[in-house]
């Protein structure tokens, strides 16, 4: 068995709540809590849950854009989150972001051309030649011209400007990319040029994805395993068709039931949650899910289940599986 490519143990980031005059930390924002999974090579592992779940805050934990309260990140065979910042530099690298917003991350006074050109600058990549020329090739790759370059980013539609930013990310030939939900703020029929771009880019540069997004149906299309978060925590990691399949955690159960399905006569179970999810400064003991779960038992509310295998390949965080399942 071959070591993954990034692993992910125990991550925590939690952000101190202050008040009064002196600004006391009264509490804590539990953003993310023991989170761990891992992403193989050349695989895409969707990461999916409702708005304030966390998803985002990992993703930049892991390319140290947010400190880490706790937990082990290793990439490639390196720890990432003990190392100085220097180093970390370097090694984002291999490691790029994919942004939301692709307005909001691009500079709106620079040309294209400086964009693209200012990864491959900070990582003292080529000459100015070479740069310019790898500039165009990249630009054409990702479906526009080398005539772009010279262009600023208010002169092109949302889904030209998602497509240089990822041209950006692959600047400096990564392992891996984080798309942090890529095709959320695009039009639907730009939504699958893109998820197809991304596709054909894995697969000839050879790419892995962490694929972070909240429409269920988009990270069907693209990943090759899903993690299920809720309130700060992984509560389901499994292969994409096993999870649409047999959804095992209640959450997900009910997040699936949502999902619209483009045929008249289909009738299906819908499974309501009820309540608001609660504060994440101030997540309920126990199972974080067991005030909203409508199997929830005793156990729920005093002991956090933890992520185990109960399939082959299948990880739920949930008591109705494992020793008191009997109840």
Do not use: W
Request: a neutral charge; one cysteine or more; hydrophobic letters at 35%.
């Amino acid at each position: 068995m071959t070591e993954p490519l990034l692993k992910v143990e125990g991550l925590k980031k939690y952000f101190p709540i202050r008040k009064g005059l002196l600004s006391r930390v009264s509490g804590h924002v539990k953003a993310v809590d023991d989170v761990s999974f891992y992403v193989n090579k050349g695989e895409t592992l969707g990461i999916v849950g409702e708005s304030g779940c966390g998803k985002s805050t990992t993703g930049r934990m892991l390319m140290r854009l947010l400190e880490p309260s706790e937990g082990k990140v290793v990439f490639d065979g390196k720890e990432l989150t003990s190392i100085s910042s220097d180093d970390m530099r370097k090694a984002r690298r291999e490691i790029q972001m994919v942004f939301q917003d692709p307005y909001a991350s691009l500079n709106p006074r620079h040309t294209i051309e400086k964009i693209l050109e200012e990864p491959l600058i900070v990582h003292g990549i080529g000459d100015a030649k070479t740069r310019k020329k790898k500039v165009h090739d990249f630009l054409e790759i990702v479906g526009l011209s080398s005539y772009h370059a010279k262009r600023y980013p208010h002169q092109f539609s949302g889904g030209q400007r998602q497509r240089i930013g990822i041209a950006r990310a692959l600047m400096t030939n990564p392992k891996l990319i984080i798309a942090d939900e890529p095709v959320s703020a695009l039009d639907v029929s730009i939504q699958a040029q893109v998820l197809n771009l991304m596709q054909d880019l894995q697969k000839e540069l050879n790419l892995t994805y962490i694929f972070i997004a909240h429409d269920l149906g988009v990270v069907r299309h693209i990943s090759d395993r899903v993690g299920v978060m809720y309130l700060g925590k992984m509560v389901e990691i499994a292969e994409s068709e096993l999870l649409y399949d047999k959804p095992l955690h209640p959450y997900t159960q009910a997040l699936l039931s949502a999902v619209p399905v483009p045929d008249p006569n289909f009738v299906r179970e819908q499974i309501l949650i009820k309540g608001d999810i609660p504060s994440p400064s101030n997540p309920p003991s126990g199972c974080t899910f067991h005030t909203r779960c409508p199997f929830k038992m005793d156990v729920c509310t005093k002991i956090v289940p933890k992520l185990e295998e109960v399939e082959p390949g299948h990880s739920v965080a949930c008591h109705l599986y494992g020793e008191h399942a009997q109840q």
